[in-house]
């Protein structure tokens, strides 16, 4: 009894790492919805937090910049394997959209560079990671969280987790683990 309960934890233990990387010790989410993506008169959508994150070049990025437009946000770390697995279906679902008007696509970290002010920053340095997206060939947007803003709001527990919001500024999803190309094509079908 005491090996099949060994054996039980090693398993679902094994199961929850290849999907996801944690950011904690809480249970890994597979799909957390704030608001419903059905039409119900009783449900009223959640509008998205506005957060505010840094680009490359040092510059303030807020999500009320892109007022408007549907946003994707692919919320990694450097040293995630999922995430990196992961990375050249995101760039290629990035390349079919770039060019398009009504649409963002994103990547935030949280480094543990001393001006982000992360108290619990889940990456390395800002430079590392920038090293990790030059590697694995990213061309869209890394930004960097600041004051964990976005990890604590957008509840972020897993990596990666997907965040997927709505033209008028409300919250359509959250997808926490690995997706590939078809999958994440689908899930930006649906934002209004």
């Not at 059905?38 to 680009?55: G, I, L, R």
């Not at 807020?62 to 450097?78: E, H, P, Q, R, T």
């Not at 992961?86 to 949280?110: A, G, H, R, W």
Request: with cysteine; hydrophobic share 35%; charged share 30%.
């Amino acid at each position: 009894m005491k090996k099949l309960s060994i054996l039980s934890t090693t398993l679902l233990s094994s199961a929850l790492i290849l999907s996801a990387c944690s950011s904690s010790t809480e249970k890994k989410e597979e799909t957390n919805k704030q608001t419903s993506t059905t039409s119900s008169s009783e449900t009223k959508p959640t509008q998205a937090f506005d957060f505010t994150a840094m680009d490359k070049d040092g510059k303030t990025v807020k999500l009320s910049d892109f007022k408007g437009k549907k946003v994707y946000i692919n919320m990694w770390a450097s040293w995630c394997g999922p995430c990196i697995r992961e990375i050249p279906e995101l760039e290629k679902v990035y390349q079919k959209l770039k060019d398009k008007n009504d649409i963002v696509f994103l990547s935030m970290t949280s480094p543990n560079d001393a001006v982000f002010k992360n108290q619990n920053p889940q990456d390395k340095s800002k430079d590392v990671i920038l090293k990790k997206a030059q590697e694995l060939g990213i061309t869209y947007p890394v930004l960097f969280d600041i004051n964990d803003r976005f990890i604590i709001n957008y509840a972020i527990r897993s990596f990666p987790t997907h965040i997927l919001i709505n033209s008028d500024g409300t919250f359509e999803t959250r997808i926490a683990g690995a997706v590939n190309e078809e999958t994440l094509t689908k899930e930006l079908e649906k934002l209004k």
